[in-house]
C-alpha cells in the first residue's frame, strides 16, 4: 500500500481547500498512512486514497459518501 507523506498532506490540503473550501482539514488516520481523512471542522467528509501503481501517473481519489438523509428536502412535486 501507498504511504502518503506529510508534503501531500499538506498540498491536498491547500488544493482542496482552493477547489472547494478554505475550512477543509485534511489528517492523517490513525490506523492506516496509506490513506487521508477530510474534514470540515468537526464533520467527516471522506477518505483520500493514493493511487501510485504508476509511478509517472500518481493520483489521490477522493471518496465521500452521501447519506440519503442528510440531503435537503426540496419541495414536492
Known amino acids: ?4 507523506r506529510d508534503d501531500e498532506i499538506r ?15 485534511v ?6 498512512d ?3 481523512e477530510v474534514y470540515k471542522g ?3 467528509l471522506g ?3 493514493k493511487d501510485d ?5 500518481i493520483s489521490y481519489n477522493f471518496d465521500m459518501a ?3 438523509i442528510d440531503l435537503p428536502k426540496m419541495g414536492e412535486a
Open 1 to 4: 500500500m501507498p504511504t502518503v
Open 42 to 44: 468537526d464533520e467527516f
Open 66 to 68: 452521501i447519506l440519503e
Open 34 to 36: 496509506d490513506s487521508l
Open 53 to 57: 501503481e504508476d509511478p509517472k501517473d
Open 27 to 32: 489528517r492523517k488516520r490513525s490506523q492506516t
Open 11 to 25: 498540498r491536498l490540503e491547500a488544493y482542496l481547500q482552493t477547489k472547494l473550501n478554505p475550512n477543509l482539514d
Open 47 to 49: 477518505i483520500i486514497f
